[in-house]
């Protein structure tokens, strides 16, 4: 009777772990299906974000305004002609935004009258540095 109890008790258990392992590979084979391996890697002053599943990536913007929070922004693949035209634009932004600062500046301690002609030069620039990027 104690081998009985003992062979049941084995069989039992035997039974129990394969009913385990079967419901443990089903869960990993469905984890699987949905895994998305995204990865993070610092870029400078940012990071980027690479997904693995479907070759996308964003990269990490911060806002101007100190009230909204950084967004990941997608990064588009330019072609050769494209990214020319892009750094263009952005090096004109760049300019025009040095410009505005450099007026500010001079509003700010009371200059701009003093010096009318070199802050009417500016807003002359500033205006053909936006008609420039409105085309």
Not at 5 to 12: D, E, G, S
Request: charged residues 30%; hydrophobic residues 45%; negative net charge.
């Amino acid at each position: 009777m104690s081998r009985l109890f003992i062979l049941t008790f084995v069989c039992a258990i035997a039974i129990m772990f394969a009913i385990g392992a079967a419901y443990s590979v089903e869960e990993r084979g469905a984890a699987e299906q949905h895994d998305v391996r995204l990865h993070v890697a610092s870029a400078g002053d940012t990071a980027v974000l690479i997904d693995d599943t479907n070759r996308k990536t964003w990269v990490l913007h911060r806002s101007a305004d100190s009230a909204e929070g950084p967004v990941w922004v997608p990064i588009k693949l330019l072609d050769d002609q494209s990214a020319v035209d892009w750094l263009k634009c952005e090096a004109t932004r760049e300019r025009l935004v040095e410009r505005r600062k450099q007026l500010q500046a001079m509003a700010d301690k009371g200059l701009a009258t003093l010096q009318a002609g070199a802050a009417e030069k500016l807003r002359a620039e500033i205006d053909e540095l936006e008609a420039e990027l409105e085309n």
